[in-house]
């Protein structure tokens, strides 16, 4: 089979296109595509369909939806899948086009960094060549799909500056231009871009032309963005009017090479003449990567003044892990924490999210993250070595001349960041993931759930104070329901904060219900967040145990009466309970007792269990 999403959604067997149904139909097909065969949680479904209102009947229309895209191909029958918490869409790599230019564009990018242009403009093309319009135009987009359109497009526009930058390498400046002025043209601020269109044009002997791209992008900047160029096309610039014999292919006499100066084609006064148009300053750029610190934070303090006294100015390198379940609140500490001592730092701070927590999103891997941070600090991307251990020597050698700060979040597991940690005296680094890191040499901090006082403070901070001075009681009853849960706090507080006219007692009597259908706001979704640990558990024993502990009465359990209800030996309900503690998911008390929070129940609960009867509860109860 082949399945396009690269321009219109189009599925096809043997050749013959799949007749999709238009509308929810066909955006139930584009998110499932979009995974990858990865489960897509029936929660996130519904609201790429319905958005924020989903209705009643919602998830017996998505059943059927799936239904019929089962029913309209006899070959897609036996890939749509079914699980505990959603659907996947198996699909081979070779069968899907986004696989197939992700995968041509990484072999192009590791060709040109390899110094190997003619294999890289051959792997670019090979990508390019799979795009036929716009992303999924003919489907209507939820926010994912939305989302996924947009970053596909700027991964497509980064791919055609990769392309020309082969092409530049090879001597195709004819080449380059044909391809390249037209996409300038339509996207008039990408200044990447038109670097390339200038040096293509100034080693085509055309100055005038190269000249004219960079009025039009200083134009383009000014008006739209209220900015100058930045430096690399002001150095071109700059070369370009000096005839710099640096640049490669320098042309000779050639149209308009005789003529003055325009008006504006003057250089900036402060760069010093014939520099080469490739070379950053000599200190590097300053890498200013944090997101915007939280706006909604309360508590911490204890956590806050650790990671404050870790990475205060010192010997160093110093490195410190944040670990806690999903949705306590780990980033936000993290940026609170960067944002507070990025001053000691002037060497600048670097942020990746390695994406290690999502079950939908392929985790980051350390060679993609150092070629960022070394672009980031000024290394050209033709100088980046194409082996692993010589970029991450490189990195190292320019951490060692600067104060930097690094903050990885979301990181899977300890060999994700290792290459990315500081060996510099000066730089520190802050990690943030589900699992225990023990594996760094890092001041490992445990986040717990926020206490009662800080869980009524966050939901008054979204309520405002008059509501919550004017029902006290119903704001601590939700905050109960929250559990100390960062992420369930910011839910039920956006909640109130939509609905003003809301009395909080009501808010207060349907999460009581324990609906796990109440969880979400916007695009803030509880049942994603648990799916996120959920899915990536590897042992169906565990699995299983998580979905039968679910329905354990809220005083925790022991091991002995965990084994009866699992229906298994003591050694192998230690086995899957392990797991789970270490997928956050349950919590070890010690001394072979256990408890899982009781919003993490409440979605266990939902799941799917087959033959669980609560008369073997009873037995495990009484054992």
Request: hydrophobic share 45%; charged share 20%; glycine share 10%.
């Amino acid at each position: 089979m082949r399945f396009r999403i690269l321009g219109p959604l189009d599925i096809r067997t043997c050749e013959h296109p799949v007749r999709i149904a238009r509308g929810n139909q066909q955006t139930v097909a584009a998110l499932l595509l979009a995974a990858q065969g990865r489960v897509v949680a029936v929660p996130a479904l519904t609201r790429e369909i319905w958005g924020e209102d989903v209705p009643t009947s919602a998830v017996p229309n998505l059943r059927t939806y799936v239904m019929r895209l089962r029913r309209s191909a006899s070959a897609l029958a036996d890939r749509l899948t079914t699980s505990a918490s959603g659907y996947a869409l198996r699909v081979e790599p070779d069968e899907l086009d986004l696989s197939a230019f992700g995968a041509a564009a990484e072999a192009g990018r590791r060709a040109l960094n390899g110094s190997d242009a003619a294999a890289a403009a051959a792997a670019f093309d090979r990508a390019l060549a799979h795009w036929r319009g716009r992303p999924l135009e003919n489907v209507p987009l939820g926010p994912a799909l939305s989302d996924l359109a947009q970053s596909l497009g700027e991964e497509y526009a980064q791919t055609v500056e990769d392309r020309a930058e082969a092409g530049l390498a090879l001597g195709d400046h004819h080449g380059v231009i044909a391809r390249l002025r037209p996409f300038a043209e339509l996207h008039p601020l990408r200044e990447r871009a038109h670097r390339h269109l200038m040096l293509a044009h100034y080693r085509a002997g055309d100055v005038d032309a190269a000249l004219r791209v960079y009025r039009q992008v200083r134009q383009a900047l000014r008006t739209e963005l209220g900015i100058d160029p930045g430096r690399e096309l002001a150095l071109l610039q700059q070369a370009v009017l000096a005839r710099d014999p640096q640049l490669d292919g320098t042309p000779g006499p050639a149209c308009g090479t005789n003529r003055p100066a325009a008006p504006g084609d003057t250089p900036p006064k402060d760069l010093p003449r014939g520099t080469p148009a490739e070379q950053p300053d000599t200190g590097g750029p300053l890498p200013r990567q944090l997101p915007p610190a939280p706006a909604l934070f309360v508590g911490r303090g204890a956590e806050l003044t650790r990671i404050g006294a870790a990475l205060a100015p010192g010997a160093g390198p110093v490195v410190v892990a944040v670990h806690g379940p999903g949705g306590f609140g780990k980033s936000a500490l993290a940026l609170r924490a960067a944002h507070a001592v990025s001053d000691h730092y002037p060497g600048g701070q670097l942020y990746a999210d390695l994406q290690g927590a999502s079950h939908r999103v392929r985790a980051l891997a350390p060679a993609e993250v150092l070629g960022r941070f070394l672009r980031a600090l000024g290394v050209d991307r033709s100088r980046i070595p194409a082996g692993s251990a010589e970029a991450a020597a490189l990195y190292q050698s320019l951490l060692a001349e600067r104060r930097v700060l690094i903050v990885l979040d979301n990181v899977a597991h300890a060999a994700q960041v290792r290459s990315l940690l500081p060996a510099g005296r000066g730089c520190g680094a802050l990690v943030t993931g589900r699992a225990v890191l023990s594996a760094l040499d890092a001041e490992q901090i445990a986040l717990r759930g926020l206490c009662p006082a800080a869980s009524v403070a966050m939901l008054t901070l979204q309520a405002g104070e008059e509501r919550a001075a004017a029902e006290p009681e119903a704001l601590a009853a939700i905050a109960r329901e929250c559990g100390g849960h960062a992420l369930a706090l910011r839910i039920a507080g956006a909640r109130l904060a939509a609905r003003p006219d809301l009395p909080v007692s009501c808010l207060a009597e349907r999460l009581a219900r324990r609906r796990l259908a109440e969880w979400t706001a916007g695009d803030l979704d509880l049942s994603a967040c648990f799916a996120a640990g959920y899915e990536k558990l590897t042992d169906p024993a565990a699995a299983r145990a998580f979905r039968i502990l679910g329905r354990v009465h809220p005083g925790g359990m022991h091991l002995k009466s965990a084994a009866v209800w699992l229906g298994s030996d003591m050694a192998s309900a230690e086995a899957a309970l392990d797991e789970l503690v270490a997928a956050r998911l349950l919590e070890s008390l010690g001394h072979g007792h256990f408890r899982m929070h009781r919003l993490l129940r409440l979605y266990a609960a939902e799941l799917p269990e087959p033959g669980w009867s609560r008369a073997r509860a009873g037995d495990a109860t009484r054992a």
